[in-house]
């Protein structure tokens, strides 16, 4: 909302980068990464492509796909003080994302010095993280850690350290699907926080850090499970259209419907939704998709209803929930893995910054008071010698 003086809360519409990455046209619902359609690359491209189109501009050969596999691998394993730092966040029950958080920040540790721990630390940070989620996981559980498997891609990888056993292929695409879907989206909150710290020229792993910190927050990360807990609650169709408009009569807000940006379908909505249906075809409930889908479109059609105008459509959350729910992952790791997918973004785009040699420095409009005059006052009693 805009005030006096150029204020605008929030910076909202302001525009604070220029960037080559992702862009997002709320209006017309679509979200180009690197200059190709969400849903045109993201089902088909593996992780790895991803990463190395938008880190370099351009999709990789044979033998660039190889190494950047090769880098991965090399710096999957995580440090010694990173597991201490892991153990002792599972002896205290913390949530996950500060403990990745904690970890994020010691990924750095044993790298080499000079340009070349510059570049790895990028390697590191991507390949790490995965790493410490699912390590952490099973810490939780009361479970030794899984060592990551060098023949394994990212996304199979981060399965098979989750559970101890590789991962169907129908499931690997579908989590890949995933990544690729959310792997960037304009300068959301999480990419500016890391921008800013960048832009500062401190180092890579500052800058990660901090965009989880970012992204723990509930406004930003957000949390796909109670969409999936919506659905679950509703159990059957037929009960879809009462239980949501007893939710809606009462004021409450239908999770995984409406975006800040889009104006129509998220189209991340609608790639996640398809890779549900393959997924839970071939490797799931299908009758869970099914009452997914029904709740959904019931959904948009009340939310017309109620709050006509409002163009409350379905977001990326509503088929995020459905389709980790069925690659087995448990709702404390939506938002975790949510992070693994987004760091590629986020070194992208401080890798962008660092370009520009610009420091991000806005200004702020001061409202306090003014004209208030210093008086020396008595000496307090008790400060007397």
């Not at 201490?84 to 044993?110: E, S």
Request: net charge neutral; with cysteine; aromatic share 8%.
């Amino acid at each position: 909302m805009s005030n006096k003086q150029g204020f605008i809360s929030g910076l909202e519409g302001v525009i604070a980068a220029q960037t080559r990455l992702s862009h997002v046209d709320g209006q017309r619902g679509e979200l180009i990464l690197a200059g190709y359609r969400v849903e045109d690359i993201a089902p088909h491209a593996s992780f790895e492509t991803m990463v190395f189109l938008l880190w370099h501009d351009r999709l990789p050969d044979a033998a660039e796909l190889a190494q950047m596999h090769s880098q991965l691998v090399r710096w999957r394993v995580l440090p010694t003080a990173a597991l201490d730092l892991l153990q002792a966040a599972a002896a205290a029950r913390r949530p996950v994302m500060d403990a990745l958080r904690m970890a994020a920040g010691v990924c750095d540790i044993d790298l080499p010095c000079g340009e070349e721990a510059d570049r790895c630390g990028d390697y590191a940070l991507l390949a790490r993280l995965p790493t410490a989620v699912a390590a952490y996981w099973r810490l939780l559980q009361g479970m030794t850690p899984v060592a990551p498997d060098p023949a394994l891609g990212h996304a199979a990888n981060y399965l098979y350290m989750l559970t101890g056993a590789p991962p169907p292929p129908a499931r690997v695409r579908g989590l890949e699907t995933y990544l690729n879907t959310v792997i960037d989206h304009g300068l959301n909150a999480s990419t500016f926080t890391a921008r800013v710290i960048i832009a500062t020229q401190s180092d890579m792993t500052s800058a990660v850090t901090g965009a989880l910190g970012a992204l723990k927050g509930p406004l930003h990360g957000g949390a796909p499970g109670p969409a999936l807990e919506m659905v679950f609650a509703i159990g059957e169709a037929a009960h879809a259209e009462a239980y949501l408009r007893a939710k809606l009569a009462a004021g409450e807000r239908l999770m995984g419907f409406g975006h800040r940006i889009y104006k129509v379908r998220d189209p991340r909505a609608e790639v996640l939704a398809a890779a549900a249906e393959a997924l839970y075809t071939t490797d799931g409930d299908r009758a869970l998709f099914e009452l997914a889908k029904h709740v959904e479109s019931t959904a948009v059609r009340l939310l017309e209803e109620y709050k006509p105008g409002r163009a409350l459509q379905t977001n990326v959350e509503f088929y995020t929930a459905l389709l980790l729910y069925g690659l087995g992952l448990p709702t404390a790791l939506f938002t975790p893995t949510f992070a693994l997918a987004r760091t590629a973004g986020w070194i992208a785009h401080a890798r962008e910054q660092l370009a520009t040699g610009r420091l991000l420095r806005p200004a702020a409009e001061y409202i306090g008071a003014s004209g208030r005059v210093w008086r020396e006052r008595a000496t307090p009693i008790s400060s007397r010698s």
